[in-house]
């Protein structure tokens, strides 16, 4: 069926409008934090694969690492267990942490990799143990009242190094690498890694031109509820100042926070909840969420 004249123009509009962002950033990494209601509805899974195989048809480079939160709380359900959170990070015991290994190295990893690939892509699943990709060191949370009260939370860690050198090699050979947020210390102890963490650690290390994640909210919000874009370190460090940041936001915008400050040129909180919604923030010139620049 042909197009009407309306519709034609419209359509060749937006794909216009998408030609200087894929010249601009041909050949660059974009690591992409994957989770929240996209991972876990129909449709919202498949715009996300979709959108990640056309990224690496005109040139882009996109890694991802994924949560997996709700499906570790499932499986937690079905062994007797309730997730418990201490500043938006998963306590993690022994047992918490073989169940946090199961879901995300082998579930959600697979599915990530499946989907992408049925979508015509070449996504390889990766576990930041592999390699080892990730080197991570125990965790020690501060008090949220008291800062010099240090919790314990198990086997959760902090990054302490990574080793690019897989992600390199499947990048120049067109995979899309897909990364699970399981470290390993010095011990051989795996560790539970807060995913969001580990993006923007990776951005910074890969040297990535912008870090996406992908959220639940339309983004970074102000105390009346509105949005906010376009803002820099210097205001997200007020925003922290002001408690307008807080709870489970704390890490996302913590990472992406730490990563423009160190060399990734932009990051991007974005709403998950939307279709083809990387493909919008990246190749358009609205977007549809938070950016921050580093400066």
Same mark, same amino acid.
């Given at each position: 069926?042909?197009?009407?004249?309306?519709?034609?123009?419209?359509?060749? @509009?937006?794909?216009?409008?998408?030609?200087?962002?894929?010249?601009?950033?041909?050949?660059?990494?974009?690591?992409?934090?994957? *989770?929240?209601?996209?991972?876990?509805?129909?449709?919202? @899974?498949?715009?996300?694969?979709?959108? %990640?195989?056309?990224?690496?048809?005109?040139?882009?480079?996109?890694?991802?690492?994924?949560?997996?939160?709700?499906?570790?709380?499932?499986?937690?359900? /079905?062994?007797?267990?309730?997730?418990?959170?201490?500043?938006?990070?998963?306590?993690?015991?022994?047992?918490?942490?073989?169940?946090?290994?199961?879901?995300? #190295? *082998?579930?959600?990893?697979?599915?990530?990799?499946?989907?992408?690939?049925?979508?015509?892509?070449?996504?390889? *699943?990766?576990?930041?143990?592999?390699?080892?990709?990730?080197?991570?060191?125990?965790?020690?949370?501060?008090?949220?009242?008291?800062?010099?009260?240090?919790?314990? %939370?198990?086997?959760?860690?902090?990054?302490?190094?990574?080793?690019?050198?897989?992600?390199?090699?499947?990048?120049?050979?067109?995979?899309?690498?897909?990364?699970?947020?399981?470290?390993?210390?010095?011990?051989?102890?795996?560790?539970?890694?807060?995913?969001?963490?580990?993006?923007?650690?990776?951005?910074?290390?890969?040297?990535?031109?912008?870090?996406?994640?992908?959220?639940?909210?339309?983004?970074?919000?102000?105390?009346?509820?509105?949005?906010?874009?376009?803002?820099?370190?210097?205001?997200?460090?007020?925003?922290?100042?002001?408690?307008?940041?807080?709870?489970?936001?704390?890490?996302?915008?913590?990472?992406?926070?730490?990563?423009?400050?160190?060399?990734?040129?932009?990051?991007?909180?974005?709403?998950?909840?939307?279709?083809?919604?990387?493909?919008?923030?990246?190749?358009?010139?609205? #977007?549809? *969420?938070?950016?921050? /620049?580093?400066?």
């Amino acid at each position: 069926m042909a197009l009407n004249g309306t519709t034609a123009e419209l359509k060749a @509009k937006i794909l216009a409008e998408a030609l200087p962002y894929i010249q601009r950033f041909h050949g660059k990494t974009i690591v992409i934090k994957y *989770g929240g209601n996209a991972m876990t509805e129909e449709r919202l @899974k498949h715009s996300f694969a979709s959108d %990640i195989v056309l990224l690496k048809l005109v040139g882009i480079n996109p890694v991802i690492v994924h949560g997996g939160g709700p499906q570790i709380d499932d499986q937690l359900r /079905k062994v007797g267990k309730k997730g418990e959170f201490v500043q938006g990070m998963r306590v993690t015991d022994a047992e918490t942490m073989d169940v946090v290994e199961m879901v995300l #190295g *082998g579930q959600v990893n697979t599915d990530i990799v499946n989907l992408i690939n049925q979508h015509g892509g070449r996504a390889v *699943g990766l576990s930041g143990t592999d390699g080892p990709l990730i080197r991570a060191r125990k965790m020690m949370m501060r008090g949220k009242d008291n800062p010099e009260e240090l919790i314990d %939370i198990g086997q959760v860690g902090e990054v302490e190094s990574i080793d690019p050198e897989v992600i390199t090699v499947l990048t120049a050979h067109n995979f899309v690498p897909v990364i699970a947020p399981v470290g390993v210390g010095k011990d051989g102890e795996s560790y539970n890694i807060n995913a969001d963490l580990v993006a923007g650690k990776l951005a910074e290390i890969l040297k990535a031109e912008k870090l996406v994640v992908l959220t639940n909210t339309t983004g970074v919000l102000d105390k009346k509820g509105n949005l906010l874009t376009g803002l820099t370190a210097k205001q997200i460090d007020e925003l922290f100042a002001d408690g307008t940041i807080s709870g489970g936001m704390l890490p996302k915008i913590g990472s992406a926070l730490d990563a423009v400050k160190n060399g990734v040129n932009s990051c991007h909180i974005i709403d998950g909840r939307v279709e083809h919604a990387i493909l919008l923030e990246i190749l358009t010139n609205e #977007g549809v *969420g938070t950016q921050i /620049k580093r400066r």
